[in-house]
């Protein structure tokens, strides 16, 4: 019982042969603030029949959600957004927790009309506080990366009218979702133009320079986790140090527990990725949003990822809540500044 306490307080934030046409779920204009004015289609298991994309990458039917703006024409084309949830979330995660928010900034005019995508990333499509996290990786737990771009994004782009200028491409998320959106965004560059993260692990090899996870960032002390054989290395704290989270909650399943699981975080770590992968000034605009008290001290993750990258001459637009807390209604706090941030990267590719 604790333990889903804790942790829900914790983590609270192909082919298409087959697939039964998806339906409307919402259709809500002009109703009160808990409303859509835009239309979320269902391809999922939820609501009265079985509308779940294939996915042959993982061998499996998979849930999704799109979000459709008010006055959709499939005549036009439009910027799209791909959200991928947090750890013990899946694709219900920001309909209930941050479309309404993007939504009434479409309605309203200060966001040009956007599609959304919502894929599950769940393990096997059941989300919960126990068992394997799956943190949209190709891992021992199985290639849900590959999903994502092969299966998910690949649907969406034959299935809606989809700018076919990268630049029109978003993709973000929350957490261990966020972490993934910029491994995503740093690897597949042809495909994705603008990125962002709400309290993100972007350097997952944190430690200042005398072995300390928890110390803040700074670039006159800073180190590299090399072991993640220590399973019981505590990589998060809660209710004043009484629970702790450990290492091995994450990396075991995915990595597992020898030598061989350095190089492969090393591999998907945002930060190292930048240099692997040759990002470029211009290449990609990038937002990311913490709090400066995060139990998992993402804080100093991601403000070693942001020196790092403008060593690179990168552009990085960064806020930070100093009192800020992971928790997804703490990251929601951070929509209006993110949705203002991106309003003009998506203006040239308005359908108006």
Same mark, same amino acid.
């Given at each position: 019982? /604790?333990?889903?306490?804790?942790?829900?307080?914790?983590?609270?934030?192909?082919?298409?042969?087959?697939? +039964?046409?998806? &339906?409307?779920?919402?259709?809500?204009?002009e109703?009160?603030?808990?409303?859509? +004015?835009?239309?979320?289609?269902?391809?999922?298991?939820? !609501?009265?029949?079985?509308?779940?994309? /294939?996915?042959?990458?993982?061998?499996? /039917?998979r849930?999704?959600?799109?979000y459709?703006?008010?006055?959709?024409?499939? !005549? &036009?084309?439009?910027?799209?957004?791909? /959200?991928? !949830?947090?750890?013990?979330?899946?694709e219900?995660?920001?309909?209930?927790?941050?479309?309404? +928010?993007?939504? +009434? $900034?479409i309605?309203c005019?200060?966001?040009?009309?956007?599609i %959304?995508?919502?894929?599950? #990333?769940s393990?096997?499509?059941? =989300?919960?506080?126990l068992?394997?996290?799956?943190?949209?990786?190709?891992?021992?737990?199985?290639?849900?990366?590959?999903?994502?771009?092969r299966?998910?994004?690949?649907?969406?782009?034959?299935?809606?009218?989809?700018?076919?200028? &990268?630049?029109?491409h978003?993709?973000?998320?929350?957490?261990?979702? $966020?972490?993934a959106?910029?491994?995503?965004?740093i690897?597949?560059?042809?495909?994705?133009?603008?990125?962002?993260?709400?309290?993100?692990?972007?350097?997952?090899? *944190?430690?200042d320079? &005398? #072995?300390?996870?928890?110390?803040?960032?700074?670039?006159c002390?800073w180190?590299?986790?090399?072991?993640?054989?220590?399973?019981?290395? =505590?990589?998060?704290?809660?209710?004043?140090?009484a629970?702790?989270?450990?290492?091995?909650?994450?990396?075991?399943p995915?990595?597992?527990?020898? =030598?061989?699981?350095?190089?492969?975080? %090393?591999?998907n770590?945002? %930060?190292e990725?930048l240099?692997?992968?040759?990002?470029?000034?211009?290449?990609l605009?990038?937002?990311?949003?913490?709090?400066?008290?995060?139990?998992?001290? %993402?804080?100093a993750?991601?403000?070693s990822f942001?020196?790092?990258?403008r060593?690179?001459g990168?552009?990085?637009?960064?806020?930070?809540?100093?009192?800020?807390?992971?928790?997804?209604?703490?990251?929601?706090?951070?929509?209006?500044r993110?949705i203002? *941030?991106?309003?003009?990267?998506?203006? =040239?590719?308005?359908?108006?």
């Amino acid at each position: 019982m /604790w333990r889903t306490s804790w942790l829900g307080a914790v983590l609270l934030f192909s082919s298409s042969a087959g697939v +039964a046409p998806a &339906r409307p779920l919402l259709r809500s204009p002009e109703r009160a603030a808990r409303a859509l +004015a835009g239309t979320l289609v269902a391809y999922t298991k939820h !609501h009265g029949g079985d509308r779940r994309i /294939w996915s042959a990458v993982l061998g499996e /039917w998979r849930d999704l959600y799109v979000y459709l703006p008010p006055g959709y024409d499939p !005549h &036009r084309q439009y910027p799209v957004l791909l /959200w991928l !949830h947090g750890i013990a979330q899946d694709e219900r995660a920001f309909v209930d927790n941050g479309l309404l +928010a993007f939504d +009434a $900034a479409i309605a309203c005019g200060r966001l040009p009309p956007t599609i %959304i995508a919502m894929p599950d #990333g769940s393990y096997k499509g059941r =989300p919960g506080l126990l068992g394997p996290q799956t943190l949209w990786l190709n891992s021992d737990v199985g290639l849900y990366e590959d999903y994502l771009v092969r299966d998910v994004w690949a649907f969406v782009q034959a299935h809606y009218p989809v700018v076919p200028v &990268r630049q029109g491409h978003v993709i973000g998320g929350y957490s261990g979702g $966020a972490a993934a959106a910029y491994r995503v965004a740093i690897k597949y560059r042809a495909e994705f133009g603008v990125v962002f993260g709400l309290s993100g692990p972007l350097n997952a090899r *944190w430690m200042d320079c &005398r #072995g300390r996870y928890f110390a803040n960032f700074d670039p006159c002390c800073w180190g590299w986790r090399t072991d993640f054989s220590r399973g019981r290395a =505590p990589v998060g704290r809660f209710a004043g140090g009484a629970v702790v989270v450990r290492l091995r909650s994450f990396v075991y399943p995915l990595f597992g527990r020898g =030598p061989e699981s350095l190089p492969q975080i %090393i591999a998907n770590n945002p %930060i190292e990725m930048l240099d692997e992968y040759g990002v470029r000034p211009g290449a990609l605009a990038m937002f990311v949003a913490y709090g400066g008290r995060d139990e998992f001290n %993402i804080d100093a993750q991601v403000e070693s990822f942001v020196y790092r990258a403008r060593q690179l001459g990168l552009e990085v637009t960064a806020v930070c809540d100093r009192r800020g807390r992971h928790r997804l209604r703490e990251a929601e706090k951070f929509l209006p500044r993110l949705i203002d *941030w991106l309003a003009p990267l998506v203006m =040239p590719y308005s359908p108006y």
